[in-house]
């Protein structure tokens, strides 16, 4: 499994913006897609974005589609997620995850520990 390790979270008012990163120790990390997905209080685990092993396509829920931005450095191991005009229900625990499953959004095996992100009204 690749391990990840999430950074970048915190609080912030609504309309603000925040950058989460995420670094993998494995050094085939640029052959895999990457994911970003989300659990808020009480919900459950949900899709956020996705990015193709060369960068080439990215995708991203509807939910997030025009705010939120997925990148990645294949020379730095890491994947990005800018969120920008940030709301009150975009609060929840951030995770990256290795190798989703294209289209379904079934999340692959590895997974880091999350973020907090909190954002204030």
């Known amino acids: 499994q690749v391990q990840l390790v999430e950074s970048g979270g915190g609080l912030v008012q609504a309309g603000g913006s925040l950058r989460l990163s995420c670094a993998a120790s494995e050094r085939t990390f640029s052959s895999y897609d990457m994911g970003w997905y989300r659990q808020a209080p009480g919900k459950e685990r949900e899709f956020v974005a996705a990015i193709s092993w060369s960068g080439g396509s990215t995708y991203y829920a509807d939910s997030v589609k025009g705010r939120f931005t997925i990148s990645r450095d294949n020379a730095k191991n890491t994947v990005y997620l800018q969120m920008n005009t940030l709301k009150p229900e975009d609060t929840a625990i951030y995770y990256c995850?290795?190798?989703?499953?294209?289209?379904?959004?079934?999340?692959?095996?590895?997974w880091g520990q999350g973020t907090q992100v909190t954002v204030s009204s």
């Open positions: 995850n290795a190798d989703p499953a294209v289209g379904s959004w079934i999340p692959g095996d590895s």
